[in-house]
């Protein structure tokens, strides 16, 4: 899910220069993913608490594939390459609060926050690679860059069948409404700190990648 999140980030040039979108259009493309970032790091996190890990990381790479297929057949359409990345930005989102919480319950070691950061940033750095790769030297650089990691995704999901659960399912009768509260928000110094801080956190850094 990492590498699709990021394989569509070198081939911007070329959607802006081959197919002439606008910089402004092209920064939305490379923008587009956190829409569906969000709501899939807030809400797949409970969800998986309550039902298990497995129910919302197994599709996890399916989307990732779909947001990939999607983009690879709308290289002309604009509203179609922000679906795709939308798309992929879901699976990421379920990549990185499911999967990151699953894979530190697996590991017995206590090395599950160090596994889950660089699988992210392999992930992260592979796809740039690998898509940029075939889209400057190999045929089809539109489509051959996606199919790549469709197949992959293909492979991520047969492997995860065999992963064991490691969250029993919420039977207690309580709303998802009530998981999503974290009281802390609250607090006086996340509202006065944190909260007016956090979006600079990933909003310089990006600000900076997309220039």
């Given at each position: 899910?990492?590498?699709?999140?990021?394989?569509?980030?070198?081939?911007?040039?070329?959607?802006?220069?081959?197919?002439?979108?606008?910089?402004?259009?092209?920064?939305?493309?490379?923008?587009?993913?956190?829409?569906?970032?969000?709501?899939?790091?807030?809400?797949g996190g409970p969800l998986s608490d309550r039902y298990g890990r497995r129910p919302l990381m197994v599709p996890a790479p399916a989307v990732a594939a779909a947001g990939s297929l999607v983009i690879a057949l709308g290289a002309h359409?604009?509203?179609?390459l922000a679906t795709g990345r939308v798309l992929s930005g879901i699976a990421l989102g379920l990549g990185m609060a499911v999967g990151g919480s699953w894979l530190k319950e697996l590991s017995a070691d206590g090395s599950g926050a160090r596994r889950a950061a660089m699988?992210?940033?392999?992930?992260?750095?592979?796809?740039a690679g690998v898509a940029g790769v075939?889209?400057?030297?190999?045929?089809?650089?539109?489509?051959?860059?996606?199919?790549?990691?469709?197949?992959?995704?293909?492979?991520?999901?047969?492997?995860?069948?065999?992963?064991?659960?490691?969250?029993?399912?919420?039977?207690?009768?309580?709303?998802?409404?009530?998981?999503?509260?974290?009281?802390?928000?609250?607090?006086?110094?996340?509202?006065?700190?944190i909260l007016p801080m956090a979006p600079w956190v990933f909003g310089a850094a990006s600000v900076a990648y997309a220039v």
């Open positions: 899910v990492a590498w699709g999140g990021n394989e569509f980030t070198p081939l911007l040039v070329m959607y802006r220069e081959g197919h002439g979108f606008s910089p402004v259009v092209v920064d939305v493309f490379l923008f587009a993913y956190v829409v569906g970032i969000v709501p899939a790091l807030l809400i359409s604009a509203p179609i699988s992210l940033t392999g992930g992260f750095a592979t796809g075939l889209a400057q030297w190999a045929p089809w650089p539109e489509v051959l860059p996606y199919l790549v990691h469709v197949a992959l995704a293909a492979l991520a999901t047969v492997a995860l069948l065999g992963v064991p659960e490691t969250r029993a399912r919420m039977v207690d009768g309580a709303s998802l409404l009530s998981d999503l509260r974290i009281p802390s928000a609250g607090h006086r110094r996340f509202v006065s700190v």
